[in-house]
């Protein structure tokens, strides 16, 4: 691209920005140097110049801005309003090396004159400086254009020969030049509205074309198949879209059906969700790639980008589980590559809806809707903006994405409260009490979900894909209590594991054999993967971690699940706990902790009981147990807690819900339920559960076309699980739970499966 530059004016003085040349030449150190004192000089009214060369912007008037002035949906400018004139302040003026620079760390890491998306921020200062509002103080304020200027010159001048821009770690980069190039397509479109900057535009024009190329160029290295980085082409194709559009020029967008269609084809992965970088990530996933993707549905109306994000919302409801009585759902974050994706909350504040522009899919992706905030919450949320009194807070540094202010304002709001709530209540978790999914992913990954009556169970297995994932079972939910259990992706302590003696965590590990089994063990005929969506009863997954000797058996019951670990040597059993303020926790051996006080004992088991639903974990024998708080708390409402059980190499834990509420009036403290399938080999079959929470042994008789079945002596704490076969259908059997000794107490349940 041509580095030719204005002639000097009263705006801008005629000192040049560095060339390309130039920035080569400057050492680590040097750069090491700026990018400390610019953050560390940075203040929220500071300039990092006199303002000697180009004149500072002034700060806002005392008391401004009247938020009653904004309309509802242009709100979101009032925090960028606060940072603009430190951030047209931050641009160099006082150093011919680096004059232009954004210097002051308001926007990306690692603050450094080579990372280039520092330089999306021209997009903001041209927004400002065009758009006369009555709030906008910068509407063609003359300090602004020139320091705009001087900044438009040192992004341009960063550009490689090829039309790609470097960031620190590479010389040519997919996202600093995709989402550079959206912000260059902004910036023109709004100067060239108020007819400001010609030779700037020209200089734009051809560098925004240079880019394009660079970007639609199969034989580069982002074109590889499969696609990695998902949401670093979509950032770009939709720069492309702008460019065209800016420049009158459809010819820049000339490929771009074909390249959706590659995206589309190469980008997402069978189980549905979108390469970053061939594994799922939900951060990036819901909160960059879909508003760019709605972005550019927009521009282009391609059908195929509805099918796309149909998909990735199909998968996305076995991942994002919402949380009753909290604002947002927790995610299986163990899942996650690059971001810690624990929860998402759902807020109505435009200040927050990085991904408002997904919404442009709603209308025909209607799954969407529950993943944001309704209408009415959307709607009270900015009228209570505009009537409060307090002054707007200023963003802070790191956390001003050019692209939040410039998707909110074209976001269509979500549906209603009660349309949000019904499309909640369909998601699949929610709405079906059976089923099993199991789901495959681009790499050697695959991702199991089982619902069954008394709860929902998210597993990952295989690869998985790089150190931040965590792998084996990971998310234990209920629709009516919430998560239970829930392994993150970003502590040393926030995943369900097996700890081995020499410090191994084995859901740090890859799975390297996974094989599921249609019965209670793994002796049980084999199921191929291929046929788990066909099961609706009892199944067991047996897993073998890449540390060798430690195997994993999870059998799914009805009403629970069962994990056995053989570790071959002394281990902990490590249950990461979500914990709500009234919740009761209670070892077996009667030990009742407060929620966020630790406490240690020996037991048998632990529980939590959460109004009318029990959380029974039972591993059967006196054996060492603690439960610490980690301190973490999400959604506002969920303690992160660490239940830890020691065992010498093997261990059974059984987790299984109770309805607490068929308790009540009962002679004895059983819990008792049923569930009855057709196997794959076409037999019928009743599985019978019955849990002792008595504080002494019963005895079990269980009667009925599936009968009769004894269990005697059953101790505290302990169940009696069954599983009857018939050629005819098994609907029903009666459980007897007696208690011993001379006055024995007897309780009845009739059971329906």
Known sequence: MSESHESPSPLRPALPPISRRGLLGIGAATIAAFGAAGIAGAGPAAATSEGTVLPLVDPLPAGAPDRTQFDPHEQVFASYLMILAPLANSV?????????????????????PINSRIMEHVATLAWFLTHD???????????????????????????????????????????????GLVSLAHTYRDLDSAGLLPARLAEIDTAMRAAAVWLMDLDLDHWNLPLQLHNQLVGGLAGVGHAATVTGDPGIAADLADRIELLVEAAQAPAGYFHEPLGYDHGYNFAVALPDVGDLYEQTGNPLLVEHVRRWADFAQYVVLPEPNAPGFVHLGAASMRNSTSVLTITPDDDKDRAALGRVFVPEVPLLAAFHASSEAKAAARAAWAAETAPVEPRAKGDTSPRLYAHVPQAPDNVTAAERDDVVAALRPVAEPVFTEYRTGTIDQQLLFVRRPGYYLATLLGNRGNARVRSGPGLFWHPAAGS????????????????????????????????????????APVIAPEDLGGVSGVFTGRYVAHVGKVTTD?????????????????????????????????????????????????????????????????????????LTPSGRVYLGALAHHLLRVEHDGDLTVEVTTVDVTQLAGSRVAAAASAHAWTALDGTHRLGVHVVNLENEAVDVRVTG?????????????????????????????????????????IAVRRLEG
Do not use: C, K
């Open 705 to 745: 076309p599936v009968g009769p079945w004894t269990t005697t002596d059953l101790a505290p704490g302990a169940g009696a699980y069954r599983v009857f076969r018939s050629h005819r259908p098994l609907t029903r059997a009666v459980a007897v739970v007696t208690t011993r000794g001379r006055r024995p107490r």
């Open 554 to 626: 999870v059998t799914h019951r009805h009403d629970g699940v069962v994990r056995s670990v053989s570790a071959g040597d002394a281990a902990s059993e490590l249950v990461p706990l979500l914990v709500r303020d009234d919740d009761v926790l209670e070892f077996a051996d009667g030990t009742r902790p407060a929620r966020g006080t630790a406490a240690s004992t020996t037991a048998s088991g632990f529980s939590l009981t959460r109004g009318d639903v029990r959380v029974h974990i039972s591993w059967g024998s006196e054996r060492s147990a603690s």
């Open 133 to 179: 509002r009555p709030w906008n103080p910068y509407y063609l304020d003359a300090n602004l254009t020139g320091r705009l200027d001087a900044a438009l010159g040192y992004y341009l001048s960063l550009q490689g020969p090829r039309g790609a821009w470097p960031v620190t770690y590479e010389s040519e980069s997919l996202a600093t030049t995709g989402f």
């Open 484 to 523: 239970v259990i829930a392994s993150f992706n970003n502590a040393a302590d926030d995943h369900w594991t097996t700890l081995t003696a020499s410090g191994v965590a084995v859901a740090q590990t890859n799975i390297v054999s996974s094989t599921f089994h249609d019965g209670e063990d793994a002796t």
């Open 92 to 112: 160099v003026d006082d150093d011919p090396e680096l004059y232009g620079w954004m210097e002051d760390g308001w926007w990306r890491t690692p603050n450094d």
